[in-house]
């Protein structure tokens, strides 16, 4: 398997980066917009509240229901916003999908009104006497309100949160991108629009276009549609990596759920544009990324402790996290169980066909990235926000030359930082650590 992938290319406009890969490869334009700014404790909620917002109309389109039916007027185009964390920075996501002039009889140049209308979107909001629309402010505080819900009523991100939020507790990166609910009562139409003010002030803009367009074409259309304050763009600063402590802290947490959660997180130097992020790669793939990694294989699969058990890497943090769902009873042999696979991961204790797999199970995800634009898109801007100047190709080289001696180097720089298990209410049998 490789890549034969086409380059972005580079440019600005004011304050926005572009980054456009021309490419007749894919039917549609496909177009994304992140705003970041740093993770504040007095801001957070106000952010996160923006993006639905600012998706509820704007100054030529100012009800819901016509801003609707432009899109369904530009064929269908689908518009969307999200919010996230990437390394200490909060970020909104605006993201447009609209079919390619050449595949349609349109009266219109669809890249052109895509443009003009996240422009719209973003900078000319619709307003009532000068700040944001009442209504829309309240319907979309219980919006998220319902979205910060929904996360204590699913118990395994549940668990993720507290864990991150007791692992980084004295860290910008414990904040949750959607904020806090006992915020939203203190905001209103006008508090929000001058964060709102702040924010198109403060943001780091990248936009992406990716379809059959060039660089000069998005340049000019973007120079008359985003109406934003002057200056340099904006800029993601890396996170400092930390290390885990001598030894890890024990949190534990009493709810009424029946299955325990156990999750454990790790700390690493290594960071997303280092030369040894390849290899950490590989270590987390062989340690629970997998289907034959050892967390499942040997927690779930032989000891059938665990209902699921796994990890994931955020590699602008140097995090790690274990993620297991298990019989509340068998918390100790679990966490003994998953300690003896880090062990076994720094011994380099584990099989050439093991590390081939992951390696392969790597490098078909890279290449499965080059078929959808939005993954394109997303996978180069983590590159930009780490500084990192690796490609796709350069990556996925590197993942397939990591020796086994290197998973090990870097599985002796793991660190045991936090160990979060969440239970239920019956008689105590264990205890935390502070």
């Given at each position: 398997?490789s890549?034969?992938?086409?380059?972005?290319?580079?440019?600005r406009?004011?304050?926005i980066?572009?980054?456009?890969?021309?490419?007749?490869?894919?039917?549609t334009?496909?177009?994304v917009?992140y705003?970041?700014?740093?993770?504040?404790e007095?801001?957070?909620?106000?952010?996160?509240?923006?993006?639905?917002?600012?998706?509820r109309?704007?100054q030529s389109?100012?009800?819901?229901?016509?801003?609707?039916?432009?899109?369904?007027?530009?064929?269908?185009?689908?518009?969307?916003?999200?919010?996230?964390?990437?390394?200490?920075?909060?970020v909104?996501q605006?993201r447009?999908?609209?079919?390619?002039?050449?595949?349609?009889s349109?009266?219109?140049?669809?890249?052109?009104?895509?443009?003009?209308?996240?422009?719209?979107?973003?900078?000319?909001?619709?307003?009532e006497?000068?700040?944001?629309?009442?209504?829309?402010?309240?319907?979309?505080?219980?919006?998220?309100a319902?979205?910060?819900?929904?996360?204590?009523?699913?118990k395994?991100?549940?668990?993720?949160?507290?864990?991150?939020?007791?692992?980084?507790?004295?860290?910008?990166?414990?904040?949750?991108?959607?904020?806090?609910?006992?915020?939203?009562?203190?905001?209103?139409?006008a508090?929000?629009?001058?964060?709102?003010?702040?924010w198109?002030?403060?943001?780091?803009?990248?936009?992406?276009?990716?379809?059959?367009?060039?660089?000069?074409?998005v340049?000019?259309?973007?120079?008359?549609?985003?109406?934003?304050?002057?200056?340099?763009?904006?800029?993601?600063?890396?996170?400092?990596?930390?290390?885990?402590p001598?030894?890890?802290?024990?949190?534990?947490?009493?709810?009424?759920?029946?299955?325990?959660?156990?999750?454990?997180?790790?700390?690493?130097?290594?960071?997303y544009?280092?030369?040894?992020?390849?290899a950490?790669l590989?270590?987390?793939g062989?340690?629970?990324?997998f289907?034959?990694?050892?967390?499942?294989?040997?927690?779930?699969?032989?000891a059938?402790?665990?209902?699921?058990a796994?990890?994931?890497?955020?590699?602008?943090?140097?995090?790690?996290?274990?993620?297991?769902?298990?019989?509340?009873?068998n918390?100790?042999?679990?966490?003994?169980?998953?300690?003896?696979?880090l062990?076994?991961?720094?011994r380099?204790?584990?099989?050439?066909?093991?590390l081939?797999?992951?390696?392969?199970m790597?490098?078909?995800?890279?290449?499965?990235?080059?078929?959808?634009?939005?993954?394109?898109?997303?996978?180069?801007?983590?590159?930009?926000?780490?500084?990192?100047?690796?490609?796709?190709?350069?990556?996925?080289?590197g993942?397939?030359?990591?020796?086994?001696?290197?998973?090990?180097?870097?599985?002796?720089?793991?660190g045991?930082?936090?160990?979060?298990?969440l239970?239920?209410?019956?008689?105590?049998?264990?205890?935390?650590?502070?």
């Amino acid at each position: 398997m490789s890549l034969n992938a086409e380059p972005f290319v580079r440019g600005r406009i004011g304050r926005i980066r572009l980054h456009v890969l021309p490419t007749r490869k894919f039917k549609t334009y496909a177009i994304v917009l992140y705003a970041g700014v740093p993770l504040s404790e007095a801001a957070i909620t106000r952010v996160a509240l923006l993006p639905f917002v600012l998706g509820r109309g704007t100054q030529s389109y100012p009800e819901t229901l016509v801003l609707r039916e432009k899109l369904d007027a530009m064929y269908g185009a689908h518009f969307g916003y999200d919010v996230g964390k990437r390394g200490d920075h909060q970020v909104v996501q605006f993201r447009l999908d609209i079919i390619n002039d050449r595949f349609v009889s349109s009266g219109m140049p669809l890249l052109k009104e895509a443009l003009a209308l996240l422009g719209e979107v973003l900078t000319a909001p619709a307003l009532e006497d000068g700040r944001f629309t009442e209504r829309y402010v309240e319907s979309e505080k219980k919006t998220v309100a319902q979205k910060l819900d929904a996360i204590i009523n699913d118990k395994i991100r549940y668990a993720e949160k507290r864990c991150l939020e007791e692992m980084f507790r004295d860290e910008p990166y414990r904040l949750p991108a959607l904020g806090r609910k006992e915020d939203l009562a203190a905001i209103d139409a006008a508090s929000l629009y001058g964060t709102y003010r702040n924010w198109l002030g403060e943001a780091a803009f990248d936009l992406y276009v990716v379809g059959d367009t060039s660089l000069e074409e998005v340049t000019e259309l973007v120079s008359g549609a985003f109406r934003l304050p002057d200056g340099p763009p904006g800029r993601y600063a890396p996170s400092a990596p930390r290390s885990a402590p001598p030894e890890p802290r024990t949190v534990v947490e009493r709810l009424d759920v029946t299955q325990g959660k156990l999750n454990i997180g790790l700390r690493t130097p290594i960071l997303y544009g280092g030369p040894d992020y390849p290899a950490l790669l590989v270590y987390n793939g062989l340690l629970g990324g997998f289907p034959h990694a050892k967390l499942f294989v040997n927690v779930r699969e032989k000891a059938s402790l665990a209902y699921y058990a796994s990890s994931r890497l955020d590699g602008h943090k140097g995090l790690i996290m274990i993620q297991t769902g298990i019989e509340i009873a068998n918390y100790e042999k679990a966490l003994g169980i998953i300690r003896e696979q880090l062990e076994a991961m720094r011994r380099g204790d584990f099989t050439a066909d093991d590390l081939d797999k992951t390696k392969e199970m790597l490098a078909g995800q890279l290449i499965a990235l080059q078929d959808n634009p939005f993954d394109r898109i997303w996978f180069d801007f983590n590159a930009s926000v780490a500084g990192a100047e690796h490609t796709a190709e350069e990556l996925l080289a590197g993942i397939r030359r990591v020796t086994p001696e290197e998973v090990a180097r870097v599985a002796a720089g793991v660190g045991l930082d936090t160990v979060y298990f969440l239970r239920d209410r019956k008689e105590e049998t264990v205890h935390a650590r502070g």
